[in-house]
């Protein structure tokens, strides 16, 4: 990170948490922070609350950066115990979060450096998300800032709407100042940053539907290879002995838990489970959530080489999550005090810190006059494709009238080819398949990225390279291998675009996507992969076409890990060769290793197959 020097550094540091788009900065141009109120709320203790704003969410933009902005504090020396913040519209009141809302914002004091991302421009004191976790410090514990300290917030803003959304940042701070009796009790306590993927630009994962296991998809546990063979980033190593004195965990929509364990040597155990309470009657599927933090009471000692390392767990039956994260913010203080998690459990229920809130309210999924696209005439295509243009899809939107509303027609075996012909305003968008008919209101749970097959074009558009969330290129190819059927979608990045396409044929055969009557083998015994692509030979025999998922998988100590799967349809009586592209986990394994022994499934047929590079 430090090869492009002081410069480099300090790229990385903008980028880091957030994804980056430095030419949209614009918006925080004339924004600034201001006390609006204060009060007392315990003796000595004085709850600051400020406003930071106005900041403009460009029409449709998921990329701004505007950070790290310097913000205002409380003045003179003195020790912060509580932060809260949520984001407010200017009459001061919370959007709903399908219309707006804070991807993250992360506080930082600029006149310290990070513990665990020393990189970085200054110490992550302070996170929140849709999820507006506050952070309070148990007593007698203080986050210590000194008059001279600078503060700033670095945050990305997603407007999943057409039209430019002005907004503020809320934020509350609790301050027990220097020289008074509160402040000579206090004992300081420092941040610590732990991220599954701490350090990168853009620290985020997808989680497929269907992996893991049983349910559960386990981050980075399940997720083979993540690292590619460098150093665990969801590791921090303790410089010295102390007590944790508190964490919460963050994470998104379909994540279950954050885990925070501390390892000695070869034993691990659990500190803190921070659990994701979701208020949304749909279920594990929204922002209408809130995160447990650990209970007052809960110290725990860790020693000088200890490792705080933290998982995220995801539920995957539901739908696909795409560029989830998982992090804990732990406070450590000096000095002894804890108990020792190696000799009694300390996990403990956590609390929440906060209930169900109005703006995470709307769920969507109500009936509206869109049409049901498997219902409509075929429709045509200009040059197998669909243009994305000023947030329509263009043919096969649900919205569009006539004609321009059919699903296009996609030959089996070819691909149609989908344009973002607003990535050059900065707006990118995706098409993600979400389950038929895919055309209910938009709200903070629908719709889901639950098409079966599950597909994901990513972001198309561009941003800063490693920085951003765009996939940095303006098209995508929808799969080849799709079976006759209409397939829904939508825009993850703003859920209220719908389209659709269709692959011709006996639609009966797209219902039940299952295998078909006749019975598969594996013939092949041994494959190179080419470009990521491993070709196996399949038979099929019996009274019918053999259709079905082929899955390539390892052994991984116990368990089985997913390295590619793709579909397939071959006649009865006929051998076919299916073309398997493996998955990010699969790529790198075999890189390191060489080779693999790989079990192909498929409709109950197994073989393990060597695949070699
Ligand atoms: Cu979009």
Redesign the pocket.
Known sequence: MNAGGRLGATAAALAALVTGMALAAGSAHAATSELVGRRSVAPGVERLHYRYGPLVAGA?QNLILAGPATVERPLGDGYATRVAATLVGPDGTAPPVERVHMHHAVMLNMSRKDATAPDLPGERFYGFAEEKTVGRLPQPYGYPLKATDVIAVNYMLHNGTPDNQVVYIDYELDWIQAGTPQADATIAARPLWVDVENGKAYPVFDVARGSGTKGRFTYPDDAGDPYAGGPRRNEWTADRDGTLVFAAGHLHPGGLAVDLDVVRGDRRARAFRSSARYFDPNGPVSWDMAMTITPEDWRVAVRKGDKLRVSTVYETERASWYESMGLALVYMADGGGGRDPFAEKVDAPGDVTHGHLPEAGNYGGAATGLPDARRLPDGQTVADGVA?DN?VYTPGDLTAPGALGSPPVVAPGSSLRFG?F?AAAQ????VTACRAPCNRSTGVSYPLADGDPQFDSGQLGYGPQGYTAAAQRPDWYSPKDLRPGTYTYF?????Y?RGAFRVPGDPGAAASPGAGPGRATVLSRRARARRGVVALRLRCAGGGDCAGVLRLSVRRGRRSMTIGRRSYRIGTGRTGVVRVRLNRAGRALLKRRGSLRVTASAAGARRVVRVAR
Request: aromatic share 6%; glycine share 6%.
């Open positions: 449709g994305i947030f973002n607003d707006i990118p968008h995706t825009c993850r990045v703003h859920p675009m």
